[in-house]
């Protein structure tokens, strides 16, 4: 029994899948059988029942699944128990986060965490929440930022930037010197949107009370698109304010404070209570927390 047959027993685990196991551990479907079949060769018990191309862990399995995490956790805490003899932070730093936030939101903390700490490589994953999130529980990404409520039962989570969503418009359209827009003024209008996530969600339930369906022209996955064809006059846009604060700044859109829709779009910082940070990620969380205080 070793690391790499718990690595991938647990792989399993989650997905209840031996292709799946198999991709997300770069190694091919037989070789994940072996490990598994070493595994219960070793227990003396299966730990997965295979039914046709389902795959369901046996009440062994579970029991097994503790003990499995339990002694991963703790070799991580050597390792960086270990490596923390040497104070700098060093290695990757896998933060998960939405486009939007990295443009935006982070980009003082990442800025400065990169200035003082060169022996890091941040590595970006993008995603909505929901996927953010997935990958925080399957233990991918050490640190996700996350829009929206967020279950802190089984996550550490830090509020990083109240927000609220606003129309964007170009100059001289005719909601530009409106002080507020109701949202069910939206249905005069082309829309231009994001094709999915919370914000979208948003949307979607508040277009399904209107009474006249608006006019979606667009969809897109990253909020320049959006914004560069808002500005061409292809349509308007419903962002988070803080997408814009540059725009506006500049004169090259218009944002209106949008009524009819949550106000709150927060985002968080959010890792798991039970998994061992690296220093790389303790200090990523250090310089963040110096960052919001600086904004306070």
Do not use: W
């Not at 490596?83 to 800025?111: F, H, M, N, Q, W």
């Amino acid at each position: 029994m070793d690391f790499d047959q718990l690595s991938t027993f647990l792989e399993v685990a989650r997905t209840l899948s031996f292709s799946l196991a198999a991709k997300r551990r770069f190694l091919t479907q037989p070789a994940v059988s072996a490990q598994i079949r070493a595994l219960e060769e070793e227990c003396g018990t299966k730990l997965f029942e295979r039914a046709g191309r389902r795959t369901h862990i046996t009440e062994a399995g579970k029991v097994f699944q503790v003990y499995a995490e339990d002694t991963l956790n703790r070799r991580k805490m050597l390792q960086v128990s270990m490596t923390g003899l040497d104070k700098s932070p060093r290695g990757v730093l896998p933060i998960g986060a939405p486009e939007s936030a990295v443009l935006y939101v982070l980009t003082d903390a990442i800025s400065a965490f990169i200035n003082e700490c060169k022996d890091v490589t941040i590595s970006i994953v993008r995603g909505d929440s929901s996927v953010i999130l997935e990958r925080i529980f399957m233990d991918t990404i050490d640190l996700g930022i996350v829009s929206g409520p967020v279950d802190g039962a089984r996550l550490h989570v830090q509020v990083i930037h109240p927000d609220h969503l606003v129309i964007v418009v170009p100059l001289g359209h005719a909601l530009a010197k409106k002080k507020t827009v109701p949202f069910d003024v939206l249905s005069q209008f082309p829309l231009i949107l994001q094709r999915s996530g919370r914000i979208r969600r948003t949307i979607n339930a508040a277009i399904a009370s209107l009474k006249t369906v608006p006019q979606i022209v667009m969809e897109a996955d990253s909020t320049e698109i959006l914004k560069r064809y808002v500005a061409l006059g292809a349509g308007i846009a419903v962002l988070p304010s803080s997408n814009v604060v540059e725009d506006v700044k500049k004169r090259s859109l218009i944002a209106v404070p949008l009524d009819g829709v949550p106000k709150e779009h927060e985002l968080s910082l959010v890792y798991r209570k039970d998994k061992v940070l690296s220093r790389a990620a303790l200090a990523f969380i250090e310089q963040m927390m110096l960052s919001l205080r600086k904004t306070e």
